[in-house]
Nanobody
């Protein structure tokens, strides 16, 4: 059974930090890229950061560069998103999703190109 399970969300004051985790199972981790998305109420889902597991290459949305860091622990099949200097506008449900690198476009996949999704974890940043 394929699973992506997010954890680590919560309520934090502005300027604070959170680390999200995305634990993957049921597929060959190294054959995929994992992207973090977020969706705030009334807004479209947007990509935040992505990592290609095989080579560790990363991408970031401009508004999170320098504040967020994506990483992976391949031994644990887990991707992390370290979020520092959080702002109220970072408030959203955060999802991780997997897109094949060999079978698809990895981090360059369109929204519909992600094969597997997690259930999401809420991040709330107070002002």
């Amino acid at each position: 059974e394929v699973r992506l399970v997010e954890s680590g969300g919560g309520l934090v004051q502005g300027g604070g930090s959170l680390r999200l985790s995305c634990a993957a199972s049921g597929f060959t981790f190294e054959d995929y890229a994992i992207r973090w998305f977020r969706q705030a109420p009334g807004k479209e889902r947007e990509g935040v950061s992505c990592i290609t597991i095989l080579d560790g290459s990363t991408t970031y949305k401009d508004s999170v560069k320098g504040r967020f860091t994506i990483s992976s622990d391949n031994a644990k099949n887990t991707v992390y998103l370290q979020m520092n200097s959080l702002k109220p506008e970072d408030t959203a449900v955060y999802y991780c999703a997997a897109a094949g690198v060999r079978s698809g476009y990895g981090c360059y996949s369109a929204l519909g190109g992600y094969d597997f999704w997690g259930q999401g974890t809420q991040v709330t940043v107070s002002s």
